[in-house]
């Protein structure tokens, strides 16, 4: 009798989200826990997911499923013609968050845009250092406090903010994560209680859903907020179930205990694709792998032996074996959800007999090398030792000898950057901000040398056209520039590009319009169930 | 005793140093604790340090920082200071009961601490009550049968039990329990369809203390796969310790005795053998309780169980040092505060250990 009844009540839990469908629950089974819910904070995708992918919004935003820059909270800029000076017009009527521990008195305005601001880049703003260690990783990062000089209230709608220096990527920027909009009357409410912590754990914001409570490391709930600007989300109740084992998430989704899961394992593609309840979206991501010669010292120096290398390169190969097909060969430094990508830029052909004579001609016959493996998975390499070993055996066959050398991660990521490392670099990136200036002055920069450009390479005519590309604010003229970038970048070789990933997404078949996020994000507004 | 050879001594003399007795046992079970506590402090600080890895680069990742910046987070974080300084204000920390901030989180460990235990508590009891409920029953089943075929199937099952990979048998598990007989939720700790503030951190009592319709038997349904899978090691343990007691005892000449005097075999089994057997069991399961934390680790990662072995794992990748220090500090007070009781309990049970 017992057990009949515990086998009903998980029938009915099983049920649970069918039922739930008239009262628009939707349940995603994220693969980890926030590590707060200030997402200025932090770096990390799970953690943007949780706070400024639902709770909060910009004063520009991407585009859902795309990386173009559309108005939120700012209904409109201007940039000054000498490119320093970026007004912005500021939307009306936007509610910050009423819940049980917060009610806002007023509407959000310019003082909300300067506090989220200047609390980053002021270093003795009360808020700067309200919990310990607060890093202001993103804001840092993107150089923010060298670039922008001030963030003035010119008005209650109208906010400036000054540049030391014209950049062209700035609106983008303003788009990322660590750009969302607080509000500074619950801050003050909070200083004023002494209890500035909960900002970051408890968040108010103006974005289409109100969090409601966090049980760490098991469920993040959220309700629908009634009156968001852009109108009240379709669904009532979103819920975060934290589930870290990709097979155990695609066995809840079968069981209906959960709309979305992210992340699945490679090897459960084929089964989702033949699973009358899951539709499997995919979509190529925002990232590049790849291998990066050390262009500084011999024989890495000189192109034509990049270039023979490039050639020995299997890259079908590590594709079937590393990115069990959820990949795509790259020939670019950027990925092709970027707007600029060169679609018709001819990659390194597979061709070992010719690679071999090309290193012949170069005086060279025989060759040892180190190519380091990273230990960790990104999508951009799900295995690097794997990926390694496979080029291995690619460069065994052009007479060069490999030995594969492996560290600790954050060891990894420090030696890989000294000028005369010894070795080719297996890395990738993923984009932060849409803009091709994040992945090729980022990674192929003269400034990033002995930085996060592992190729330690400095060409000036490539060099020059990124710089010009930072300036100009014309799209078209942009895009000119990256393109010819991209074709000095196949030129010269620093890198050998390997793979985008494929991002895949099981969705239950009773979602509606849920939409895959360039940047890797999952953003339930918009979403519907049927 | 004090009263000598002068007759019984009088009984409140007698309770009087008994209660000497347990006073200096109690003291100096304490007194030892000092000396194990500042070196759990010791080691638990060194552990994290031991690995490679900077916590302030992996923050960084890919990205990267320029040296300016990563000296300056050095700095903030107190990373830039000698060992000795750094540890020292981590102890005088922890004597004030302040374990620091998640580096992470930047939420204090203690408070992160106290909301994962409870979870981790639940499932282990829950665990370790399946491993003595089943195990003791098989053991003894296999004595009584010993050389039947009863006895090898068990005690076969049980050795298949005890080599079981954790991680494969829980997501056999999940795939033919939860996903083809639809018998059981698949992971976390209740239903989404139930909301309510922990009270206790037990969802078993906070469940039943929401009020909420069919919240405890949910709380039970997901309760059911993890605690299998986390007892499955315990369960072969018990069981074959119970077994191998149990044979000693049956051999002995009281077992005969009872036999001889036509007790029921009930009575000769239940009263005189398993009692007797059941001493080196209970050391078992006393010693199992700390293995189950190790368990744990995998367990919670695979049914989503937000306790303290998650935790620490998660913490121990991101190199977050005040997590990773203060929660090994705090399972070595547990396991000490508990060692102790069973210490004193021993002592009141049985008067030889106090002398």
Same mark, same amino acid.
């Given at each position: 009798?017992?057990?009949?009844?515990?086998?009903?009540?998980?029938?009915?839990?099983?049920?649970? @989200?069918?039922?739930?469908?008239?009262?628009?629950?939707?349940?995603?089974?994220?693969?980890?826990?926030?590590?707060?819910?200030?997402?200025?904070?932090?770096?990390? +995708?799970? #953690?943007?997911?949780?706070?400024?992918?639902?709770?909060?919004?910009?004063?520009?935003?991407?585009?859902?499923?795309?990386?173009?820059?559309?108005?939120?909270?700012?209904?409109?800029?201007?940039?000054?013609?000498?490119?320093?000076?970026? #007004?912005?017009?500021?939307?009306?009527?936007?509610?910050?968050?009423?819940?049980?521990?917060?009610?806002?008195?007023?509407?959000?305005?310019?003082?909300?845009?300067?506090?989220?601001?200047?609390?980053?880049?002021?270093?003795?703003?009360?808020?700067?250092?309200?919990?310990?260690?607060?890093?202001?990783?993103?804001?840092?990062?993107?150089? $923010?406090?060298?670039?922008?000089?001030?963030?003035?209230?010119?008005?209650?709608?109208?906010?400036?903010?000054?540049?030391?220096?014209?950049?062209?990527?700035?609106?983008?920027?303003?788009? $990322?994560?660590?750009?969302?909009?607080?509000?500074?009357?619950?801050?003050?409410?909070?200083?004023?209680?002494?209890?500035?912590?909960?900002?970051?754990?408890?968040?108010? +914001?103006?974005?289409?859903?109100?969090?409601?409570?966090?049980?760490?490391?098991?469920?993040?709930?959220?309700?629908?907020?009634?009156?968001?600007?852009?109108?009240?989300?379709?669904?009532?109740?979103?819920?975060?179930?934290? #589930?870290?084992?990709?097979?155990?998430?695609?066995?809840?989704?079968?069981?209906?205990?959960?709309?979305? $899961?992210?992340?699945?394992?490679?090897?459960?593609?084929?089964?989702?694709?033949?699973?009358?309840? @899951?539709?499997?979206?995919?979509?190529?991501?925002?990232?590049?792998?790849?291998?990066?010669?050390?262009?500084?010292?011999?024989?890495?120096?000189?192109?034509?032996?990049?270039?023979?290398?490039? $050639?020995?390169?299997?890259?079908?190969?590590?594709?079937?074996?590393?990115?069990?097909?959820?990949?795509?060969?790259?020939?670019?430094?950027?990925?092709?959800?970027?707007?600029?990508?060169?679609?018709?830029?001819?990659?390194?052909?597979?061709?070992?007999?010719?690679?071999?004579?090309?290193?012949?001609?170069? +005086?060279?016959?025989?060759?040892?090398?180190?190519?380091?493996?990273?230990?960790?998975?990104?999508?951009?390499?799900?295995?690097?030792?794997?990926?390694?070993?496979?080029?291995?055996?690619?460069?065994?066959?052009?007479?060069?000898?490999?030995?594969?050398?492996?560290?600790?991660?954050?060891?990894?990521?420090?030696?890989?950057?000294?000028?005369?490392?010894?070795?080719?670099?297996?890395?990738?990136?993923?984009?932060?901000?849409?803009?091709?200036?994040?992945?090729?002055?980022?990674?192929?920069?003269?400034?990033?040398?002995? +930085?996060?450009?592992?190729?330690?390479?400095?060409?000036?005519?490539?060099?020059?056209?990124?710089?010009?590309?930072?300036?100009?604010?014309? #799209?078209?003229?942009?895009?000119?520039?990256?393109?010819?970038?991209?074709? @000095?970048?196949?030129?010269?070789?620093?890198?050998?590009?390997?793979?985008?990933?494929?991002?895949?997404?099981?969705?239950?078949?009773?979602?509606?319009?849920?939409?895959?996020?360039?940047?890797?994000?999952?953003?339930?507004?918009? @979403?519907?169930?049927? | 005793?004090?009263?000598?050879?002068?007759?019984?001594?009088?009984?409140?003399?007698?309770?009087?140093?008994?209660?000497?007795?347990?006073?200096?046992?109690?003291?100096?079970?304490?007194?030892? *604790?000092?000396?194990?506590?500042?070196?759990?402090?010791?080691?638990?600080?060194?552990?994290?340090?031991?690995?490679?890895?900077?916590?302030?680069?992996?923050?960084?990742?890919?990205?990267? *920082?320029?040296?300016?910046?990563?000296?300056?987070?050095?700095?903030?974080?107190?990373?830039?200071?000698?060992?000795?300084?750094?540890?020292?204000?981590?102890?005088?920390?922890?004597?004030?009961?302040?374990?620091?901030?998640?580096?992470?989180?930047?939420?204090?460990?203690?408070?992160?601490?106290?909301?994962?235990?409870?979870?981790?508590?639940?499932?282990?009891?829950?665990?370790?009550? /399946?491993?003595?409920?089943?195990?003791?029953?098989?053991?003894?089943?296999?004595?009584?049968?010993?050389?039947?075929?009863?006895?090898?199937?068990?005690?076969?099952?049980?050795?298949?039990?005890?080599?079981?990979?954790?991680?494969?048998?829980?997501?056999?598990?999940?795939?033919?329990?939860?996903?083809?007989?639809?018998?059981?939720?698949?992971?976390?700790?209740?239903?989404?369809?139930?909301?309510?503030?922990?009270?206790?951190?037990?969802?078993?009592?906070?469940?039943?203390?929401?009020?909420?319709?069919?919240?405890?038997?949910?709380?039970?349904?997901?309760?059911?796969?993890?605690?299998?899978?986390?007892?499955?090691?315990?369960?072969?343990?018990?069981?074959?310790?119970?077994?191998?007691? *149990?044979?000693?005892? /049956?051999?002995?000449?009281?077992?005969?005795?009872?036999?001889?005097?036509?007790?029921?075999?009930?009575?000769?089994?239940?009263?005189?053998?398993?009692?007797?057997?059941?001493?080196?069991?209970?050391?078992?399961?006393?010693?199992?309780?700390?293995?189950?934390?190790?368990?744990?680790?995998?367990?919670?990662?695979?049914?989503?169980?937000?306790?303290?072995?998650?935790?620490?794992?998660?913490?121990?990748?991101?190199?977050?040092?005040?997590?990773?220090?203060?929660?090994?500090?705090?399972?070595?007070?547990?396991?000490?505060?508990?060692?102790?009781?069973?210490?004193?309990?021993?002592?009141?049970?049985?008067?030889?250990?106090?002398?």
């Amino acid at each position: 009798m017992k057990k009949f009844a515990i086998a009903v009540a998980a029938g009915a839990m099983a049920l649970g @989200v069918a039922a739930s469908a008239q009262a628009k629950t939707l349940v995603y089974c994220s693969e980890g826990s926030p590590e707060g819910f200030d997402p200025a904070l932090y770096t990390a +995708g799970t #953690t943007f997911d949780a706070s400024s992918r639902q709770i909060f919004n910009k004063l520009v935003e991407f585009e859902r499923g795309t990386t173009k820059v559309a108005p939120a909270l700012a209904t409109s800029y201007d940039v000054s013609d000498d490119g320093l000076e970026y #007004t912005f017009h500021l939307r009306k009527g936007v509610k910050f968050h009423s819940t049980d521990f917060f009610t806002p008195s007023r509407d959000f305005n310019a003082d909300d845009v300067v506090f989220s601001f200047e609390r980053q880049r002021v270093k003795d703003h009360p808020y700067n250092a309200y919990v310990s260690g607060a890093a202001w990783e993103y804001f840092d990062g993107m150089s $923010m406090p060298d670039l922008i000089k001030s963030v003035e209230k010119v008005d209650d709608y109208t906010v400036k903010f000054v540049l030391n220096r014209p950049e062209a990527p700035m609106i983008a920027n303003l788009a $990322m994560d660590f750009a969302s909009i607080q509000s500074k009357e619950y801050a003050d409410k909070l200083a004023a209680d002494g209890k500035m912590e909960l900002l970051n754990q408890q968040p108010i +914001g103006t974005g289409p859903f109100k969090f409601q409570a966090y049980q760490k490391d098991a469920v993040i709930r959220y309700q629908a907020n009634d009156s968001y600007w852009d109108g009240k989300a379709a669904i009532d109740t979103l819920i975060f179930a934290i #589930t870290p084992d990709a097979s155990v998430r695609y066995q809840k989704l079968k069981a209906g205990e959960c709309h979305v $899961m992210p992340y699945p394992n490679p090897a459960d593609l084929d089964t989702m694709k033949g699973d009358g309840d @899951v539709t499997l979206l995919s979509q190529e991501g925002l990232n590049v792998g790849y291998l990066a010669y050390n262009t500084k010292v011999a024989p890495f120096d000189n192109v034509k032996v990049r270039k023979a290398l490039n $050639m020995a390169i299997n890259k079908e190969a590590i594709l079937d074996a590393v990115f069990q097909g959820a990949g795509k060969v790259a020939a670019n430094p950027i990925p092709p959800t970027i707007w600029s990508y060169k679609a018709d830029l001819a990659d390194d052909p597979y061709d070992p007999e010719a690679a071999k004579k090309m290193l012949a001609e170069e +005086g060279i016959t025989s060759l040892d090398m180190k190519i380091w493996a990273m230990p960790v998975q990104r999508p951009y390499n799900p295995n690097a030792k794997r990926m390694a070993e496979l080029m291995q055996a690619d460069f065994a066959k052009v007479g060069v000898n490999v030995e594969i050398v492996q560290f600790e991660w954050g060891e990894y990521l420090k030696r890989s950057k000294e000028v005369d490392r010894d070795g080719a670099v297996l890395l990738g990136w993923t984009g932060d901000n849409g803009d091709p200036d994040n992945f090729l002055a980022v990674l192929l920069g003269c400034d990033a040398v002995g +930085g996060s450009n592992r190729a330690q390479w400095c060409h000036q005519p490539f060099e020059d056209l990124i710089q010009k590309a930072k300036i100009v604010s014309d #799209t078209a003229e942009r895009t000119k520039l990256y393109e010819q970038a991209q074709v @000095v970048f196949k030129e010269q070789a620093p890198w050998a590009t390997i793979a985008h990933s494929v991002v895949y997404m099981p969705v239950r078949k009773e979602v509606v319009d849920y939409k895959i996020d360039p940047f890797g994000g999952h953003i339930f507004y918009g @979403v519907d169930l049927k | 005793m004090g009263a000598g050879g002068l007759g019984p001594p009088p009984s409140s003399q007698q309770a009087y140093f008994e209660k000497i007795h347990m006073l200096k046992l109690l003291l100096r079970r304490v007194g030892l *604790m000092i000396p194990t506590f500042i070196g759990a402090t010791l080691l638990s600080f060194m552990f994290i340090r031991m690995l490679p890895g900077d916590p302030v680069l992996l923050m960084a990742g890919e990205r990267g *920082m320029t040296e300016e910046r990563y000296q300056r987070l050095l700095h903030e974080f107190g990373f830039d200071r000698p060992y000795w300084e750094q540890y020292l204000d981590y102890l005088w920390g922890v004597m004030q009961g302040d374990l620091g901030e998640s580096f992470r989180t930047k939420v204090p460990v203690l408070q992160e601490f106290l909301t994962l235990f409870p979870a981790t508590v639940e499932l282990s009891l829950c665990a370790m009550f /399946l491993a003595t409920v089943l195990g003791i029953p098989a053991g003894v089943i296999a004595a009584i049968r010993r050389g039947k075929a009863l006895d090898h199937v068990t005690m076969g099952t049980a050795l298949v039990g005890y080599s079981m990979p954790i991680f494969w048998w829980a997501l056999m598990l999940i795939i033919v329990v939860s996903g083809m007989l639809q018998l059981t939720p698949v992971s976390g700790r209740i239903s989404f369809l139930f909301f309510f503030e922990p009270v206790t951190g037990f969802m078993l009592i906070d469940s039943l203390l929401s009020d909420q319709k069919g919240a405890f038997l949910s709380a039970v349904s997901h309760l059911i796969l993890p605690s299998i899978v986390l007892g499955t090691i315990p369960l072969a343990v018990v069981a074959r310790q119970t077994r191998s007691a *149990m044979l000693e005892v /049956l051999g002995e000449d009281y077992v005969r005795t009872a036999r001889a005097k036509g007790l029921s075999p009930f009575r000769v089994i239940g009263i005189h053998a398993l009692r007797n057997a059941l001493i080196p069991v209970t050391t078992t399961i006393g010693l199992q309780i700390g293995m189950l934390f190790g368990g744990a680790i995998l367990t919670e990662t695979i049914f989503a169980w937000p306790g303290i072995g998650k935790w620490m794992i998660d913490s121990v990748y991101s190199r977050d040092y005040e997590v990773v220090q203060g929660g090994l500090l705090m399972i070595a007070i547990i396991v000490m505060v508990v060692n102790l009781a069973v210490d004193l309990l021993y002592g009141l049970i049985n008067p030889k250990i106090r002398h």
